[in-house]
């Protein structure tokens, strides 16, 4: 089980990587147009994908212990005021998501196997008590990406701007 969630930590890094490389070389109004979706553009619905790994991020902290994770400032600092970070430029925004992406990937490294099948408890964004096995969390975070970038493929699709950069095979061995 660690060795498929590294490599969909891996994957995520490298896809959204990709995704940001082409974004950066898109016209400025790609980002920002209203396309009518949940979070309306490009760049909010990148913004909510950073803010959901900050926040798993945070969590898994809390699950059981992990170096990267204890040391890592997306964890430690002010949630709100990386938030804040995140509204600001695209090219801050970018940066912020790499950094999450990379602490996905070195924290993936660090899980014992034995800790996988153990259910952990926490809250929801809505306060709400829940309980899961630890895995479902890892890959529910990692799937969220997914979901999220198919979401801004079809954006882009409508835009005209041409993007293959998604596919899991692009990025595995």
Known sequence: MKEVLVGLADYNLKANAALMDLLAKAPGAVLTNDMGSYYKTVRGTLEHIFIAEMSWLRRFNGFFAYP??????????????????????????????????????????????????????????????????????????LNHGTHHRGEISAMLDMQGVANDYSGFNLYTT
């Open 68 to 141: 990267s994770l204890a040391e890592a400032w997306l964890v430690t600092a002010d949630g709100e005021e990386v938030k804040a970070k995140a509204s600001g430029s695209a090219k801050e925004l970018f940066a912020l998501l790499r950094d999450a992406d990379r602490l996905l990937v070195e924290f993936a490294k660090e899980l014992d196997e034995k800790d996988l099948g153990e259910r952990v408890k926490y809250k929801s964004l809505r306060g709400e008590d829940l309980q899961r096995k630890y895995w479902n969390t890892i890959v529910h975070v």
